[in-house]
């Protein structure tokens, strides 16, 4: 059986992400080997959509946003979610809006033309800020604790929450910090930021992922 030709589309899509380097991808191996599976895992997801978004949440054009996104926050610290689509609060009238790579236009996808449909001549902002940030995935029983050591939030779960969002420093570095779960969080740094601070983060989990710790 003849094999079926990938359409344009694909093949346009395969080659810009064949061509991608992450901001942190000299890190990758690092990762691997400073990670510890049960105790304090870090990776790079690298490539996500993000949408910086500003508007007034109660305006016809914050209202015609939520609805492609499924809502906007409407208080510090709010994440919502819609299928694979998270809007995090970001300030009183900005968000940023973190969807799937393939989301993106480059790879084909329409969320960002539908924000700025959405917009259209009303009041805000729809940006593409998809290679000015990357993400780091911090998890396990002692992610809490590494970030402990550099971030300036309280992260003890009373008051920190899954499902929660807030802009503040690790290692003195301006970033994005989600907790996704109970022992699992999403590092939104600059990506010019990105090897200090995978490095940062590194360091602090060498004494938990070391095989000699128990």
Not at 65 to 89: F, I, R
Not at 106 to 126: E, K, N, R, T
Not at 186 to 208: H, Q, T, V
């Amino acid at each position: 059986m003849a094999e079926t030709a990938a359409s344009p589309a694909q093949s346009s899509a395969e080659k810009n992400l064949s061509v991608r380097i992450s901001p942190a991808a000299q890190l990758r191996e690092a990762f691997t080997a400073g990670s510890l599976a049960g105790t304090v895992e870090l990776g790079e997801l690298p490539f996500l959509t993000l949408v910086g978004l500003r508007a007034d949440a109660g305006s016809e054009a914050g209202q015609r946003l939520a609805a492609v996104t499924g809502g906007l926050p409407a208080k510090c610290g709010e994440v919502v979610k819609k299928g694979d689509v998270s809007v995090l609060w970001l300030g009183p009238a900005e968000f940023l809006v973190v969807a799937p790579t393939e989301a993106h236009e480059s790879l084909g996808g329409d969320l960002i033309q539908a924000l700025q449909d959405a917009l259209a001549d009303g009041q805000g902002q729809v940006v593409d800020l998809s290679a000015n940030r990357t993400t780091f995935e911090l998890s396990g029983p002692r992610a809490r604790a590494v970030l402990e050591k550099g971030c300036s939030l309280d992260l003890h779960p009373r008051e920190f929450k899954a499902g929660t969002a807030y802009s503040t420093e690790i290692g003195n570095i301006p970033t994005i910090l989600w907790k996704t779960g109970e022992e699992s969080f999403r590092i939104f740094p600059r990506a010019s930021f990105a090897e200090f601070l995978g490095r940062w983060l590194l360091d602090g989990m060498r004494e938990y992922a070391s095989p000699e710790v128990p």
